[in-house]
């Protein structure tokens, strides 16, 4: 075994770190924690967000019957946080006022959830965006091909007025598209 008790490194902007092990017993396997601090959520997630500072954790591992194969294998899941960004494709007023296509921009004061990503797929979970009298809340999976499947539940308080959209997502990260589920 090779054990990597701390780490650290530098993408998107950000700072990682965390710890590792590397271990070849009975085929081949990696694994470890990992924190991320301060990403750029842009160069994380384009085309979805277009700004924000992002931080995570989370772990990881992979396993194979030889090295060249691990990476083929590889899995992540944990949680992140995405301080003051922008959702890029997305105005959610529009949506809220009957709209079925992407377009515009949300800015945001903070976006929460978890997240599962191999080679194949990535899924988000509980996830939660605050963008001041405005929330939201859903679920999206994104294939290989970065087309999105979810449901998102958006709505609008103030002491004027009140709305609320269920609404299935489909289409591309690119293009998203919006369905009323209600």
């Not at 530098?10 to 590397?22: C, E, T, V």
């Not at 509980?126 to 958006?154: E, P, Y």
Request: glycine share 12%; proline share 2%; aromatic share 6%.
């Amino acid at each position: 075994d090779l054990t990597l008790s701390e780490f650290e490194g530098r993408a998107f902007d950000g700072r990682l770190s965390g710890n590792a092990r590397l271990s070849w017993r009975d085929g081949w396997s990696f694994e470890g924690e990992v924190a991320a601090k301060g990403m750029d959520a842009e160069k994380l997630a384009a085309p979805t967000l277009s700004s924000g500072r992002v931080d995570g954790k989370g772990v990881f591992g992979m396993k194979a019957p030889a090295p060249d194969k691990l990476m083929l294998t590889a899995r992540i899941e944990g949680s992140f946080n995405i301080q003051k960004g922008t959702v890029a494709n997305i105005d959610f007023t529009r949506l809220l006022q009957g709209s079925t296509v992407g377009g515009g921009s949300t800015l945001f004061s903070e976006m929460t959830g978890t997240f599962m990503a191999d080679l194949n797929r990535m899924q988000f979970r509980q996830l939660r965006l605050s963008a001041g009298l405005l929330g939201a809340t859903a679920t999206a999976d994104v294939d290989a091909q970065k087309n999105v499947t979810g449901r998102m539940q958006i709505e609008l308080r103030s002491q004027a007025a009140q709305a609320r959209a269920t609404l299935a997502i489909s289409g591309t990260l690119a293009e998203p598209q919006f369905r009323r589920s209600n």
